[in-house]
């Protein structure tokens, strides 16, 4: 039995065959988890002979009516669809740089049965992260992947265990940029440093080895993308 029909069945035997009634005349999970393949596929980098990186993050367009027959599963349905792309990354020498996030879009101009997969990658990061209360009292944050990270002092980025703020990015170094806060000045002035990487840092969309930063500026490191808040008047 094929990965696929493997998948089909855990969907039944999860939700007693009402999913194969709703979806009957529809689009179908198992075509979705065939899109899901080819769309990881065909946007994997080339990490090793044996290794590539695959897109973590994902977004299913569907019809209107699709989405309906949809929501009473779509939980059940990412969960199912996430683990049958571990599966198969794992027979096909794909990594995650992150957790598998599936998201169902409604889009009007699909008709009923035909989807639509978007993806991106998007690195773990790991480090100390903010809670609400303390984003609104910050002086300075910076904001990557979805997390929120005081910006205090001086702070490295990098893939390494040694680094302060941690992006499992491939094509960011274990010691790729430093940070450095003034917050003794009105306003806080931030300067941002390539610490020698192999691929460099973009700050605004500009290659540098070294800048002053403003509020929402944009650092740009391997694949990722940092974004630098800067509160005035804190």
Known sequence: MGALQKFERRLESLI?????????????????????????????????RQRRL???????????????????????????????????AERQGLVFPGPIRINFEEHDDLTTGRHHIR?????????DAMTDTQVRRATAYLE???T?????????????TEADLRINDPGVSRRHVEFLTRIDQQPPTVEVHDLGSTNGMLVNGQKMGSAIVDDRSQVRVGSTTITVHIVQGA
């Open 148 to 160: 929120r990270h005081p910006l205090h002092g001086s702070i490295v980025v990098g893939r390494g």
């Open 119 to 127: 993806s991106e990658a998007q690195a773990a990061v790991s480090g």
């Open 54 to 88: 695959a897109p973590n993050i994902f977004y299913v367009e569907l019809s209107s009516s699709d989405m309906g027959r949809l929501a009473p599963y779509d939980s059940t349905l990412a969960d199912e669809l996430s683990h049958q792309l571990k599966e198969y």
């Open 16 to 48: 007693s065959g009402t999913f194969a009634r709703a979806f009957r005349s529809a689009v179908q999970p198992v075509e979705i988890a065939a899109s899901l393949q080819r769309e990881v596929d065909n946007n994997a980098q080339i990490l090793s």
């Open 144 to 146: 990557v992947n979805g």
